[in-house]
Every structure is written in structure tokens, then in C-alpha cells.
């Protein structure tokens, strides 16, 4: 089973070297994204209400009201 | 080493015969005296004295300083701030901003900050814009040499209350207040520190304790004498956000702004941080499994000692 699997992602992925560094980079690129991702919504959810962004609707909110008077 | 055996060899002749005339003189010796016990005791108590004083002069911490001099610990509060996964609470960084515009303005300066870090932290570029014009900056020489004023703008740093240095010391009778920039890190126990020595100060002097003219009594300040008076009483200012303005409300907020001052970065470090340590001990794990997937044949294969087979 394991054999399989490891002998399917060599014929896809390692056989030919184009495509092998295409894929490291497309990985790299991918991880990159769900690591920060998931990253910052961890750090959002331990810092709910602390940061300007989770602040600024009440003042941007207010600077529109301000105008329209 | 080869010397060394040279010099061995060589030695033996007269080695062993000054050994045995030495054996047989030390022998005599232990014969003669034969009560070295005043010896020992003399030994011991030089040594328990020499001993004793290490530990005396060196043991005890040297104070150059009365704990008058020294002024209190500060009281340890856990800021919350200064968790490892937490940014600054930027409500109360708005709130300290306040504070610090409204109270401490008008003796310290902030000069190491510019009215752009502002924006996006702590308020909208509008507010800030309108901050800065409030004030004004000289310009560039005109053609005519001439420098005139302009109001602020996002890239001109906070104003200083006084001019020059003789002039905060000679409005403030002769005491300098310090720049606030970076008060947080300049100052032992930082927001303990700051936070203790505002919300410090005792109704009265206690018994015994002189203050002079001018001065005022605050335990956590170094010599207990300092010029600032108590500035933060319930009310002082008014905020915005509804949050009741109590003495210690006030104080907390305004360090962790001073706190926000020193070190803006803070966020964005601890922010980086986590992920670095994440990423790191991700790599870490892999790299252990690679060196024992290297290793393994050598650690797993076996040495076997055949002897050749004896012919008779």
C-alpha cells in the first residue's frame, strides 16, 4: 500500500526534474499561504478586541457621521 | 613526552637514593615531635577563620545605597500586554494617548514619535491630521533666508513643551522632566515601575521622613524625593470611550501607551515570533527523523569477530 502510494507520487511528481522543482516551488507556495493563514487567525482569536483592527469601526464609523451632518 | 621518558630513565640512579635518605630522615622527625597536635588545632582555626571571613565579606550583597536611596520595589502586575501571545490592548493605547496629551504634556516631552505611528494603531489618519495642524513647525529658509511657521504634518515628530533643556529645568524648579519615549525601557522594573511611582504617593508624608521645598514624597522614586507632584486623581480626564477615568485606570493605560512608545514593534515581533518558533520546531522534528533515517544501517548493523580457525 505504502510501496504504491510512494512508487505513484515518484512516477508523478520526482521522475521528471521540470516537474519536480515546479512542484517544490507550488508547495512552497501553497504552505506558505496555509501556514500564514492559519497562523494569523490563531493570533486573531488570542487577541480578539485588543487590535486597531478589531477597534477602528467605531471611529471610522463616527469620522463618516461627522461628515454627513 | 619523549624527553620526559628520556629524563625518567636517566633519573633512577640518584632518584632512589635520595628517596631512602629522605624516608629515613622524615622518619627521625615524626620521632622527635611526636605531639603535632597544636600543629592541627592552629591549622583548623586559621582555616575556619579564613573561611569564616570569605563567607562574611564576600557572601553578603554590598548595598552603596540606604534602601531610602534605592526606593521601593515595585509591585509586580501582570500586564497583560506582556504575555508572549498578546499585542498591546490598543483601546487602552487610545485612552493613554489621552492621557499622555491631556496630563503629562505639558512637562514631558515625547520627541522620538512622529504623529504617523499613530495611524493605524491607535487612530484614523483624520484625527491625526487634525493633531498635528494644531500645532506648528518652522519651515525650509524661504529666498529671503527667512524661517517662517507651518502647521504639522504626519511626518513632523511630537512638540516638546519647552524649547531647550534650561528651559524645562528653570520652569520646573530646577528638576528636568525626562523625555517619555523611551521611559519604559530607561527605568528598572519598566511599567511596574512607572505605573507604582503614579499611583504612588502618599495623602501625607510619613513620620519622620523630610521633604523639601518644591519636592514631593514618593517611595518608588530613588531617594524618595521627587519634583513631579501627583498629577492623576479620579477624573482627570474625560474619555471618550465611556471607560470611568480612576487614578489607576489612568495610570495603566497611559504605560502601556508609554510601553507602546518604546517599543512599537512589539506586535509585529511577537507576531513573527510565534511563527518563527512554529516553523522552527517543525524543521527541528524533521531534521531529527532525517539524521536517524541516516544513521540507522550504522546503528543497526552488527560486528561480528570470526576468529581465523586454528590449523593443528
New interface residues.
Given amino acids: 500500500m505504502a510501496g504504491a502510494f510512494a512508487a505513484s507520487i515518484y512516477q508523478t511528481l520526482i521522475r521528471r526534474n521540470a516537474v519536480y522543482l515546479t512542484s517544490i516551488f507550488a508547495g512552497a507556495f501553497a504552505f506558505e499561504v496555509a501556514f500564514d493563514t492559519s497562523t494569523n487567525k490563531l493570533w486573531d482569536t488570542w487577541n480578539r478586541g485588543r487590535q486597531w483592527k478589531d477597534i477602528k469601526y467605531q471611529y471610522i464609523n463616527k469620522a463618516e457621521e461627522e461628515d454627513d451632518e | 613526552m619523549l624527553a620526559r621518558t628520556v629524563l625518567r630513565r636517566s633519573v633512577p640512579s640518584r632518584g632512589i637514593a635520595s628517596l631512602n635518605k629522605r624516608a629515613s630522615s622524615s622518619a627521625a622527625g615524626s620521632e622527635s615531635a611526636s605531639s603535632p597536635f597544636h600543629l592541627t588545632i592552629t591549622a583548623s582555626v586559621a582555616t575556619a577563620i579564613a573561611l569564616g571571613s570569605a563567607t562574611y565579606l564576600y557572601g553578603q550583597e554590598a548595598k552603596a545605597m540606604t534602601p531610602a536611596e534605592e526606593g521601593l520595589h515595585a509591585t509586580q502586575y501582570p500586564w497583560e500586554h506582556g504575555k508572549w501571545?498578546?499585542?498591546?490592548?490598543?483601546?487602552a493605547l487610545?485612552r493613554g494617548f489621552q492621557v499622555y496629551r491631556e496630563v503629562c504634556a505639558s512637562c514631558h516631552s515625547l520627541t522620538r514619535v512622529p504623529w504617523r505611528s499613530f495611524v493605524?494603531?491607535?487612530?484614523?489618519v483624520?484625527?491625526m491630521k487634525a493633531f498635528a495642524e494644531e500645532n506648528e513647525y518652522d519651515t525650509e529658509p524661504n529666498d529671503q533666508g527667512q524661517i517662517e511657521k507651518r502647521p504639522g504634518k504626519l511626518s513632523d515628530y511630537i512638540p516638546a513643551p519647552y524649547p531647550n533643556e534650561e528651559a524645562a529645568r528653570f520652569a520646573n524648579g530646577g528638576a528636568l522632566p525626562p523625555d517619555l519615549s523611551l521611559i519604559v525601557k530607561g527605568r528598572h522594573g519598566g511599567c511596574n515601575y512607572i505605573f507604582s511611582l503614579l499611583t504612588g504617593y502618599p495623602d501625607e508624608p510619613p513620620a519622620g521622613a523630610t521633604v523639601q521645598e518644591g519636592m514631593n514624597f514618593n517611595p518608588y522614586f530613588p531617594g524618595t524625593a521627587i519634583a513631579m507632584a501627583r498629577v492623576l486623581f479620579d477624573g482627570v480626564v474625560e474619555y471618550e470611550?465611556g471607560t470611568p477615568a480612576t487614578t489607576s485606570q489612568m495610570a495603566k493605560d497611559v504605560v502601556e501607551f508609554l510601553n507602546w512608545a518604546a517599543e512599537p514593534e512589539m506586535?509585529d515581533r511577537k507576531?513573527m515570533g510565534?511563527?518563527a518558533i512554529?516553523?522552527l520546531t517543525g524543521l527541528f522534528a524533521l531534521s531529527v527523523w532525517v539524521k536517524r533515517y541516516k544513521w540507522s544501517p550504522i546503528k543497526t548493523r552488527k560486528i561480528v569477530y570470526s576468529p581465523p580457525v586454528s590449523r593443528r
Fill in positions: 501571545n498578546k499585542t498591546f490592548d490598543h483601546q487610545r493605524g494603531v491607535t487612530h484614523t483624520d484625527e470611550d506586535d507576531k510565534f511563527k512554529t516553523l
